[in-house]
């Protein structure tokens, strides 16, 4: 998992110990997210299945991607797609993917880096790893998050963010335990580089067999934390979770985590989880494949949009992407 790390944690800005009058987040529910396969057939996590939409708003999907090491030939992608009326965040662990889309964008992204897409009023787009992976087969994983747009957002256009590994802001815990990386929104009061619609924050932590993290957490936003790798507990109740579990917490305005002091051998570095939340939208979801609108006439149009040909249509000739631009992998089923 070579996501962006230091040497030396105690060099970092160092996140607050919450005050005596903090008050302390319960967690709601544990889930283990079931495994399934998208797009050409890579395998993925179903992160919030089970979970109810209601505890998840702003997010409406998350899938993690891997981890897998493919053999020579084998990486797979998605065929062209199209999406309307959210947004789509993808956070590269390993490997490489390249995306294009029927506005002329795409571009590749690589260990660390995040692809920010806002499919706002529709477009089209393909991601698969690029031709020297799938020759060479190789470690693949990442995540992909669906953020809803607000009714008043949903047909904005369509925009990019490409978000290299070295942007992140990074922080660690008091005891330099745990390292933080912000990849949107504000912590602690540090803010990330991802620029969003909807109101919400994105961390990756890595905690050190044995440490805790105690993170304040805007009291407005819920909050989430998926378990990428290791094990470990959540919560005050020390509720345990492991690879692919997502927990749920209540109000209040602190998230503890605590890393298990001891780890499998593959997981020595200690434990991964990606810690999200956000400002809640309250209006109506109606979601079907790869669109997210509000209503079920929004949808209709939707899809009659994408079969006239308005949402884009598929480059005759394929763009070439050189190494360094930006780019993103993609899902369609919720």
């Keep these: 998992m070579p996501a962006v790390t230091v040497d030396d944690l105690l060099v970092l800005p160092r996140v607050p110990v919450p005050g005596e009058a903090a008050v302390e987040r319960k967690v709601t529910s544990v889930t283990a997210a079931p495994s399934g396969f998208e797009g050409e057939g890579f395998p993925v996590r179903r992160a919030f299945a089970g979970v109810d939409l209601k505890a998840l708003d702003p997010f409406i999907h998350m899938d993690q991607m891997g981890e897998v090491e493919y053999a020579p030939g084998e990486p797979k992608g998605t065929p062209w797609h199209p999406h309307r009326g959210f947004e789509t965040v993808t956070y590269l662990l390993d490997g490489i993917f390249r995306h294009q889309d029927s506005h002329g964008g795409g571009g590749l992204i690589s260990d660390g880096d995040t692809q920010w897409m806002t499919a706002g009023s529709g477009l089209l787009h393909i991601e698969a790893p690029p031709e020297e992976l799938v020759m060479s087969g190789g470690l693949f994983h990442g995540f992909q998050l669906w953020v809803n747009l607000p009714a008043k957002m949903k047909m904005s256009p369509p925009r990019y963010q490409d978000i290299r590994a070295g942007q992140v802001s990074l922080l660690s815990s008091p005891d330099g335990g745990v390292l933080l990386r912000v990849i949107a929104g504000e912590v602690a009061g540090y803010s990330g580089p991802g620029i969003t ?24 936003f819920n909050a989430l934390v998926y378990t990428l790798a290791g094990s470990g507990s959540v919560g005050a109740e020390k509720r345990p979770v492991k690879l692919g579990d997502l927990a749920v917490y209540g109000a209040g305005d602190v998230i503890t985590v605590e890393a298990d002091a001891s780890q499998e051998s593959r997981n020595a ?17 109606m979601a079907y494949g790869p669109f997210v609108m509000n209503t079920k006439a929004e949808l209709i149009q939707a899809f009659e949009d994408y079969q006239a040909g308005k949402l884009g249509v598929i480059p005759s000739e394929p763009r070439r992407v050189d190494v360094g631009e930006g780019d993103h992998p993609g899902h369609d089923v919720l």
């Design 269 to 285: 570095a200690g434990m991964d989880v990606l810690i999200l939340g956000g400002l809640p939208i309250r209006e109506p979801v």
């Design 197 to 220: 619609h909807t109101p919400i924050a994105l961390v990756h932590a890595t905690l050190a067999p044995g440490a805790q993290l105690r993170l304040p957490w805007r009291p407005d």
